[in-house]
């Protein structure tokens, strides 16, 4: 795809549910890939370069330590990060930072349904995080499908309707605290 008319694909389904003192930022989104497919590029470093928020030391295909390297334009920003399970391809959970990511896949119909809970300190980080694995997610979808479109992080992302995604998931995540 050519990157200047790469767009954000809808909202996913998201949540914000307390997890003990902090917040689980609840992220689901379908993807027209096998599990198998998808794991890979969960864990494989060179894909993760081509999508995610950040670069891997390693494979997080199995459990043990691992730098992940927050990106925003040409700077890099290591984080400690360590693999707690790895169970290919269903299950993967790892820190970063002091951040807490548990990826689940799930066998769909049309491919993989992916369930990301991130944890965050404080419940105004959720619409943040929800924009950003939006755009990073809707990039991993373009890299699956092999039309890819390059990482989209850090600043960068404000030219790509991030602002517009964090506006929309805070006022979902609103109505979805509110007592019914």
Not at 14 to 43: C, G, M, S
Not at 159 to 173: T, V
């Amino acid at each position: 795809m050519d990157r200047d008319h790469f767009r954000p694909g809808p909202l996913a389904e998201v949540a914000r549910v307390p997890a003990d003192d902090r917040w689980d930022l609840v992220f689901v989104r379908d993807l027209r890939h096998p599990p198998e497919k998808v794991w890979a590029a969960l864990t494989d470093p060179d894909q993760l370069a081509r999508w995610a928020p950040f670069l891997a030391s390693r494979d997080l295909g199995t459990p043990g330590e691992a730098t992940l390297s927050t990106v925003n334009g040409d700077e890099t920003f290591p984080q400690p990060a360590t693999v707690l399970r790895a169970e290919p391809p269903t299950l993967l959970e790892h820190t970063w930072g002091d951040g807490l990511l548990r990826w689940e896949l799930t066998p769909s119909a049309t491919g993989t349904r992916l369930t990301l809970r991130h944890t965050v300190d404080e419940p105004g980080l959720a619409p943040v995080m929800a924009a950003g694995w939006h755009l990073c997610l809707d990039v991993a979808g373009h890299l699956l499908d092999g039309d890819p479109v390059g990482p989209i992080r850090g600043a960068e992302a404000k030219n790509f309707g991030w602002d517009e995604l964090r506006a929309a998931y805070a006022e979902r995540l609103d109505d979805d605290a509110a007592p019914r």
